[in-house]
């Protein structure tokens, strides 16, 4: 099974800074991640998958990228309505499909 | 619009058992595999299984395997879970989840997700 470990834990940002979440796999994935965001209260929500590719619909100012089996999602500008728990997730070697514990971030 | 609503949730005796539904609409159901995945109170979130767009391939977390069964249902457009054997540990929302891979049995991430059905086992 493919362990995904997110860090940090939890994540504050002023409004409009840079929040900046990692994940790693535990063995290669290729660039078989995917990120949902999970607001308070709400079912997730596909953000990214392919690593870098935004879902549709996703602001500009989320962006993923990749190194071996680091993975990055970037909010370049915070916004109020970023506030959310995100969580990986690899789709390459299943099952299981697995998740990481997820990034909550919160607004300074 | 694609939608995914979840139902038959509720409050279960631990060794009960429940049906969990998941009702689609907005597009082709017969072309795309679907998974549940829950999330324990103030948790993180679980795969629990997956059926494939012909209903050929299941597969199950060991955590379930042997107690929960997942089946669909083409001509209803529904998607079920059948939850056998409970116990408190599997106290949880459950959410319904397209796999974006169209009309293949190899699957791939979760793009549209239901809002959800919370299922509580307690005596």
């Known amino acids: 099974e493919v362990v995904m470990t997110q860090s940090p834990a939890t994540l504050s940002v002023s409004p409009g800074g840079r929040a900046t979440l990692s994940c790693r796999a535990s063995q290669s994935v290729a660039s078989t991640v995917a990120w949902y965001q999970q607001k308070p209260g709400q079912a997730p929500r596909l953000l990214m998958y392919?690593?870098?590719t935004r879902a549709t619909g996703v602001p500009a100012r989320f962006s993923g990228s990749w190194s071996g089996t680091e993975f990055t999602l970037i909010i370049s500008s915070l916004q109020s309505e970023d506030v959310a728990i995100y969580y990986c997730?690899?789709?390459?070697?299943?099952?299981?499909?697995?998740f990481g514990q997820g990034t909550r971030v919160e607004i300074k | 619009q694609v939608q995914l609503v979840e139902s038959g949730g509720g409050v279960v005796q631990p060794g009960g058992s429940l049906r969990l539904s998941c009702a689609a609409s907005?597009?082709?159901?017969?072309?795309?595999?679907f998974h549940w995945v829950r999330q324990a109170p103030g948790k993180g979130l679980q795969w629990v299984a997956v059926?494939?767009?012909?209903?050929?391939?299941?597969y199950y977390a060991d955590s379930v395997k042997g107690r929960f069964t997942i089946s669909r249902d083409n001509s209803k457009k529904t998607l079920f879970l059948h939850l056998n054997s409970l116990s408190a540990e599997d106290t949880a929302i459950y959410y319904c989840?397209?796999?974006?891979?169209?009309?293949?049995?190899?699957?791939?991430?979760?793009?549209?997700w239901g809002q959800g059905i919370l299922v509580t086992v307690s005596s």
């Open positions: 997730q690899q789709y390459n070697n299943w099952p299981p499909w697995t």
């Open positions: 989840a397209r796999d974006e891979a169209l009309k293949q049995l190899w699957l791939s991430y979760f793009d549209y």
């Open positions: 392919g690593a870098s």
């Open positions: 059926i494939s767009y012909d209903g050929s391939n299941k």
């Open positions: 907005g597009f082709t159901f017969s072309d795309y595999g």
